[in-house]
């Protein structure tokens, strides 16, 4: 299918810590053993089509920066001829990674024109060579989505839209790639509402909006049922961007939409960097909401500028921030049907092919990184015993009492008056802070 390589590599070795290569991984060792998983096992570590294959390079001020040999010319649409030469390059790149699986939005893979039927014999055309790449490679879908907010129709909304027509167009585009990805056999289906929120309240019906949300993600579980479809639906909030405000704002407005609408059960959660960050959150706290409330689901891992305000989707290179957020993972169980998906762009000014080698190889070395430290942290026990030992007055007869509504406030008043004043004990930030770099 392809012309010729276009990643002028061997496949990436792993050559250990002291290598200077910069085409080897330093920490990234597929079969290693942690905690006796396989690091692949531990990470399933996914590329995404969209920026890497898709993504010109553009900003607001400029057009695309990247002379990528399937992109169509200024003006020209992409054609089944282009996608298929896009398909061939990312499955050469996918293999000389490594990385066992990928992920894409209906609109990365083909051109999907304002006609469903077409957009989905295009998309089951793209579909036969995906499977035939996938076979010969191994390499499978993480995930597949659709672009519910690209295209203008979608300007205010797809679920959300005040136009019923584009609720309804909405959901035949994601049922073709819902469909697409249950052939394809992918492990999950995701949902991030680009456009799911507001620019202005002056012009929505914020209750109506929610109602119409809460529909169409029952749809979908619906048909995701329906079809047989076994892998996991996932939510991926996110606060803001393109919107003013977007209603999937973070895990636990999420959860609360889920509960609300009686979704608990279908739907469980991709958690992103930056848009944890966007919501001011750090990454670990939106993983700790939803491993506290069973939501754990996949990851898109990146990173955003501390100076700039907005989705910078860099790519990862903070080796606490992922260890951090790997012993929460594995401490909570580790991965099922999710991942780690670098939803991660280049910067505009890296326009070689290499630079996409260099940027995945620094972030897939981040995570294994990450993952030796949080194996690290987690046999030597410290932090978990300080959490447990913090909490440890809750577990003897009269701390269980109380949480299983056995006390009334009275009772607790006249045990508090008849008591000593409770001692105030440290809580030792600093002291937990210099253990977690002990280990990284
Ligand atoms: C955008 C989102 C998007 C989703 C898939 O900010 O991260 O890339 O992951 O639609
Ligand atoms: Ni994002
Ligand atoms: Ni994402």
């Not at 636990?252 to 509960?259: E, G, K, N, R, S």
């Not at 898109?300 to 957020?325: C, K, M």
Request: include cysteine; proline fraction near 5%; hydrophobic fraction near 40%.
């Amino acid at each position: 299918m392809s012309p010729a390589p276009y990643f002028d590599i061997d496949r990436v070795p792993f050559e250990g810590p002291d290598s200077h290569n910069p085409l080897a991984y330093r920490y990234y060792e597929p079969d290693r053993l942690v905690l006796g998983k396989p690091m692949e096992d531990h990470l399933r570590l996914a590329v995404c089509y969209w920026h890497s294959f898709c993504w010109p390079g553009s900003d607001m001020f400029g057009a695309g920066t990247f002379d990528r040999p399937w992109f169509a010319g200024a003006g020209d649409p992409e054609t089944m001829e282009l996608a298929e030469h896009k398909l061939a390059v990312a499955f050469e790149f996918f293999e000389k990674l490594g990385t066992p699986f990928f992920c894409f939005h209906d609109v990365d893979a083909v051109p999907l024109p304002d006609d469903l039927a077409q957009s989905r014999r295009n998309l089951d055309r793209i579909a036969a060579l995906m499977e035939r790449e996938m076979d010969r490679t191994g390499v499978k879908l993480l995930w597949g989505t659709a672009n519910l907010f690209s295209h203008r129709r979608y300007m205010a909304g797809a679920a959300t839209n005040p136009d019923p027509a584009v609720f309804t167009y909405a959901a035949g585009q994601v049922r073709n790639i819902l469909e697409v990805t249950h052939r394809l056999d992918g492990a999950n289906y995701v949902l991030w509402g680009g456009r799911e929120g507001y620019d202005t309240l002056l012009n929505t019906d914020m209750r109506h909006e929610a109602d119409q949300l809460g529909r169409f993600l029952a749809l979908v579980a619906e048909h995701k049922h329906k079809i047989g479809f076994k892998g996991t639906l996932l939510i991926e909030p996110k606060p803001m961007e393109p919107t003013k405000h977007q209603y999937d704002h973070d895990a636990a407005t999420v959860h609360a939409f889920l509960q609300r609408y009686d979704l608990i059960g279908e739907y469980r959660l991709n958690i992103e960097v930056n848009h944890a960050t966007l919501a001011g959150h750090s990454y670990e706290h939106d993983i700790a909401y939803a491993i506290a409330n069973d939501l754990m689901g996949s990851f898109d891992i990146n990173r955003g500028d501390p100076q700039n305000g907005w989705d910078t989707d860099q790519f990862p290179n903070d080796v606490t921030e992922a260890t951090l957020a790997l012993y929460r993972v594995v401490r909570a169980g580790g991965l099922t049907t999710g991942g780690f998906n670098f939803d991660a762009k280049l910067r505009r000014q890296s326009i070689d092919p290499l630079d996409l080698v260099h940027a995945h190889i620094g972030g897939i070395d981040t995570l294994a990184g990450g993952l030796l430290a949080a194996e690290r942290l987690i046999e030597d026990g410290a932090l978990d015993r300080f959490v447990s030992d913090r909490y440890a007055g809750w577990g003897n007869e009269e701390g269980r009492a109380v949480l299983a509504g056995e006390r009334s406030l009275e009772t607790l008043a006249d045990r508090a008056q008849a008591a000593p004043a409770p001692v105030p004990v440290s809580g030792r930030q600093e002291y937990l802070e210099n253990l977690i770099n002990r280990f990284v």
